[in-house]
């Protein structure tokens, strides 16, 4: 089954870097903050994570916050969070092609799936990024963000690998 992502509005290579800066720092807010609560000597008692982040990214930092509905993620959340994911997603575009392989893995551990964006027929060599997409490992699947990385292989004429998790 593919997944698709929904649209609402195109964006960016900079709007992209910069929601992506943003959902890092998201990310990072809860454990900087949680580390900073034990009074230590000689340490501030409290650190804004918001003064880690670059002033050029605050504001796509601080939209996200105020878009985050459902989070943070809890057992109570998780499966209504990860159906939505599922159901709200765009198919892949006709092109670039893409080839979804399954990787095996040793010692019985479940095989790892890949999607191969924009590989091509030719022989001839192109840059490759290989992508790893967000989700702190609960939430999200690498066919989700397919119709994106076809974007950015049809843009700069590479090849994207782009890696499901476990």
Known sequence: M???IPTS?????????SLAVGAA???SITPISSAWTTPRVGVPAR???MSLVDP???ESLNQILKTADGLPLSSNNLATEREFWITHSVPPAPT???????IPAANEAPNVRVFVINAGASNA???AILHMHGGGFVLGRAARAVPAMQRIAR???CVIVTVDYR
């Open 2 to 4: 593919t997944e698709t």
């Open 56 to 58: 050029e990214f605050r």
């Open 25 to 27: 720092a998201v990310s």
């Open 155 to 157: 843009d700069h004429d």
């Open 96 to 102: 670039p092609a893409v080839i979804e392989r399954s």
């Open 125 to 127: 060599l192109k840059p």
């Open 9 to 17: 509005m195109p964006i960016n290579r900079r709007e992209l870097l």
């Open 47 to 49: 650190i804004d994570p």
